[in-house]
T-cell receptor, first 114, second 110 residues
Framework: EPEVTQTPSHQVTQMGQEVILRCVPISNHLYFYWYRQILGQKVEFLVSFYNNEISEKSEIFDDQFSVERPDGSNFTLKIRSTKLEDSAMYFC????????????FGPGTRLLVL | AQRVTQPEKLLSVFKGAPVELKCNYSYSGSPELFWYVQYSRQRLQLLLRHISRESIKGFTADLNKGETSFHLKKPFAQEEDSAMYYCALSSGGSNYKLTFGKGTLLTVNP
């Protein structure tokens, strides 16, 4: 069964550094999402992406964040200048169509900002 | 604004006992409700969608619009049911983003 994959599984970075988190959604899916989960807190929506543009973003998704689908398979989340409070588990998810509401999640990338 | 509340952070039961994980929601429109499960060291997986009204692994959940609840139930818990359970709401529209509750960690003791 196809799965969403994410790399790296863990990333440690210094405050102020740029990080890029990578996701490979399921191949015939059209809608892509990033969520994050700070330790001990709920999973929170960051951004949704469809047809090569952001369709919705949350308040968390400020100018420090960007997303891109650089080729036909990857979907990336970039944090330009990381802050301590960006430390979290970041989940990518994808969904096939509008009528198919199930979102399939990747295993997550644990980001630690020191 | 939409909100999902799971009042129990931890729930511990014995094998064979009934289990109910509570979920309440707040949403002005017509919600789509889901239960996701995360077993130890695994990814979030869809367990149930209210729209399909199915039973998965013996779990059922009924949407009660009057009480704005979507509680997850299983009559006889098994040890392999031990996991983190998240209730989630989809706002529909063109994005179907998910709003999650904080999750309930279910432990089924032998």
């Amino acid at each position: 069964e196809p799965e969403v994959t994410q790399t790296p599984s863990h990333q440690v970075t210094q405050m102020g550094q740029e990080v890029i988190l990578r996701c490979v959604p399921i191949s015939n899916h059209l809608y892509f999402y990033w969520y994050r989960q700070i330790l001990g807190q709920k999973v929170e929506f960051l951004v949704s992406f469809y047809n090569n543009e952001i369709s919705e973003k949350s308040e968390i998704f400020d100018d420090q964040f960007s997303v891109e689908r650089p080729d036909g398979s990857n979907f990336t989340l970039k944090i330009r200048s990381t802050k301590l409070e960006d430390s979290a588990m970041y989940f990518c998810a994808s969904r096939r169509t509008l009528g198919q509401e199930t979102q399939y999640f990747g295993p997550g990338t644990r980001l630690l900002v020191l | 604004a939409q909100r999902v509340t799971q009042p129990e952070k931890l729930l511990s039961v014995f094998k064979g006992a009934p289990v109910e994980l509570k979920c309440n929601y707040s949403y002005s429109g017509s919600p789509e409700l889901f239960w996701y499960v995360q077993y130890s060291r695994q990814r979030l997986q869809l367990l149930l969608r209210h729209i399909s009204r199915e039973s998965i692994k013996g779990f059922t959940a009924d949407l009660n619009k009057g009480e704005t609840s979507f509680h997850l139930k299983k009559p006889f818990a098994q040890e392999e049911d031990s996991a983190m359970y998240y209730c989630a709401l989809s706002s529909g529209g063109s994005n179907y983003k998910l709003t999650f509750g904080k999750g309930t960690l279910l432990t089924v003791n032998p």
